[in-house]
């Protein structure tokens, strides 16, 4: 596989989830969910944990819990859980396409819809985050950023820096890639590996030859 082909495969790995909120004249892939402003559109690689390991679920005052998910509502993080649901759902849906016929793919959804809302429920998902915040922040900082969040520049925040990330990190992955190539096509010459590998990919054997464009003599 040529260093090309590698390349842009990793790159629509890492950038796939960025640009599948971007605005395209191709059809919209299915959407990531939304999260907190400021936090990467792209759901985070979880790290290796048990099988069986638990949410947090440490006792959280009361107060301080209802306060939680005020900002969790102002910041619209609290559509995290019903968001991540219907993501990892496409997902599934997408995969399941290619291996059941449609007859088959829709009761196999439906049948995955219900085992998923039993299996990590959507409260189950907001309780965790409650107690994440609760331990991360005083309840002090919490009514703090309830101010700034119920204000017009809070907002605003909420509703302009998902965009920004989003594109910031489009724009990122567009220049490592250009960069990237920039600077292996520059060491091509000390390694000549290479070379061959930047090449853009030649005409298949399969594919059909070009027309033979040369005058056609004339029949004697």
């Given at each position: 596989?040529?260093?090309?082909?590698?390349?842009l495969a990793a790159v629509f790995a890492i950038g796939a989830p960025v640009l599948a909120q971007t605005p395209s004249?191709?059809?919209?892939?299915?959407?990531?969910?939304?999260?907190?402003?400021?936090?990467?559109?792209?759901?985070?690689?979880?790290?290796?944990?048990?099988q069986d390991a638990a949410a947090p679920t440490e006792k959280v005052d009361p107060a301080k819990d209802q306060a939680i998910r005020h900002l969790m509502d102002l910041t619209e993080s609290s559509k995290m859980a019903q968001d991540l649901n219907a993501y990892v759902t496409k997902q599934i849906h997408d995969a399941m396409s290619q291996a059941l016929p449609?007859?088959?793919?829709?009761?196999?959804?439906?049948?995955?819809?219900?085992?998923?809302?039993?299996?990590a429920p959507a409260s189950a998902i907001t309780d965790a985050t409650v107690s994440l915040y609760a331990q991360a922040f005083s309840t002090e900082d919490i009514q703090g950023l309830i101010q700034f969040y119920e204000s017009p520049l809070g907002q605003r925040v909420v509703k302009q820096l998902p965009r920004v990330a989003q594109e910031s990190q489009r724009v990122g992955v567009q220049m490592e890639q250009k960069g990237a190539l920039a600077v292996l096509r520059d060491m091509a010459g000390d390694y000549p590996e290479l070379k061959s590998m930047l090449e853009p990919p030649q005409q298949g054997a399969g594919d059909a030859p070009e027309p033979d464009k040369s005058p056609t003599e004339p029949a004697k």
């Open positions: 596989m040529r260093l090309r082909t590698i390349w004249s191709t059809p919209e892939p299915s959407k990531v969910p939304s999260h907190q402003p400021g936090v990467p559109a792209h759901p985070a690689a979880a790290p290796a944990q048990p449609a007859d088959k793919l829709s009761k196999f959804m439906q049948t995955f819809g219900e085992r998923l809302d039993s299996a």
